[in-house]
Structure formats: C-alpha cells, structure tokens
C-alpha cells in the first residue's frame, strides 16, 4: 500500500462545479499536508497546508483534514477551467523526516466549460 | 531570475553514460531535495541534504549519487544511465517556513 493514496481519477467536471479531492495517508507521524497544483510539464505549486483537524478556507480552495480516519481533501468552488491540472497531495511528518514530503500519485481534474 | 535553476532543462544521452543534473538556489535555503517523477507514480524522492555536510537516501536512491558542493548548490549523478531512469526530475528547496519551491524540472531521456 502506497504510503500516501489519491483518488484516481481522472476527475472530470463542469464549469461552476465543485470538485472533490481526496486524499488517505498510512503514516500517523504526519503532521503537515499539502496540496499541491501541476500543469503539464511545470512544476508543482503549492495551493495550500493544513495541520489541524478540520477545515481550511483559502478562496475558492477548502482543504479538509481529519487524522483519526487519515484523510485529507481539496474542494474547489465554481470550478473554472483554468483549474484543470494534476493535483497532488503530499504529507510530511516531524522530528528527522522534517521537510521530506511524501507526495501521492496526482488525480487529474478536467473542468470543462 | 528563478529561486531554483536546474540545468540542464532537457537531456538525452545513451545507456551506461554518466550524466549530472545540477541545482542551484537563491534562496539561502538549508534544505535541498531531488525528486523523481514518473506519468502515475506522483514524486519520489531520490536524496535530501539539510546542510553542505549532510545528506540522506530517499526512498529510490539505488543508481544515482548526489553532491552538495555548497548551501547554494546540489547535484544529481547517474553513474550508468539506463533507460528506466527516463523521467522528469525535480529540485527542490526548503526554508523555516513550509513552502517549498521546485526548480522547473530536467527532461531526461536515456535511450
């Protein structure tokens, strides 16, 4: 089992839509998460961070964390097709793994007009 | 300019060539990170530095060696390319802070 697990997409939805990301993580040491955003062929860029449990609000951006069931979501409000890119979960735990990001394997997201 | 400069940015070389990816940050970051990536697989890390005199395997360190010749500066060697190296690979650097700023990536193609 992949240490970080991603819904696999792709994820295809309508303008104005909200679309949905998911995301389960297997170590419990993790104390950081991330989303990340990845057009084709750039490099990732970070959306947002979350530590604590519960709901973190960035614009149209919404990330969502509960550690006891180790999941972690993306929702994005009135989807736009600029939004279409591969999305990447990624969890960092403390201590001596501090910095290392494990990153999940991307889910796709098409938002068409 | 770009925080993070990865050269080259494409590369295509034959199997059992030695080949080096270079890094360099403007950033005044301590932490330095290689990362893979393959089309399902997300980024894998290969190795991190945390300073000029400290270096770690990542997770699929096997074939490739590293060097941090300075803060700024932290490069990736493949010994012998073989094909299955062919990916897209990522530098990235980290402050005090969490975010981390990627390079834009080196192509690389090993026929």
């Known amino acids: 089992q992949k240490e970080v697990e991603q819904n696999s997409g792709p994820l295809s939805v309508p303008e104005g839509a909200i679309a949905s990301l998911n995301c389960t993580y297997s170590d419990r040491g993790s104390q950081s998460f991330f989303w990340y955003r990845q057009y084709s062929g750039k490099s990732p860029e970070l959306i947002m961070f979350i530590y604590s449990n519960g709901d973190k609000e960035d614009g149209r951006f919404t990330a969502q964390l509960n550690k006891a069931s180790q999941y972690v979501s993306l929702l994005i409000r009135d989807s736009q097709p600029s939004d279409s890119a591969t999305y990447l979960c990624?969890?960092?735990?403390?201590?001596?793994?501090?910095?290392?990001?494990?990153f999940g394997q991307g889910t796709i997201l098409t938002v068409h007009p | 300019d770009a925080d993070v400069t990865q050269t080259p940015r494409n590369r295509i070389t034959k199997t059992g060539k030695r080949i080096m990816l270079e890094c360099s940050q403007t950033k005044g970051h301590d932490r330095m990170y290689w990362y893979r990536q393959d089309p399902g697989l997300g980024l894998r890390l290969i190795y991190y530095?945390?300073?000029?005199?400290?270096?770690n395997k990542g997770e699929i360190s096997d074939g490739y060696s590293v060097s941090r010749q300075a803060q700024a500066k932290f490069s990736l060697s493949l010994e012998s390319a073989i094909p299955n190296q062919t990916a897209l690979y990522f530098c990235a650097t980290r402050g005090a802070g969490n975010t981390i700023y990627f390079g834009e990536g080196s192509w690389l193609t090993v026929v």
């Open positions: 990624a969890t960092s735990a403390g201590g001596t793994s501090y910095g290392k990001l494990t």
């Open positions: 530095s945390f300073d000029v005199k400290d270096i």
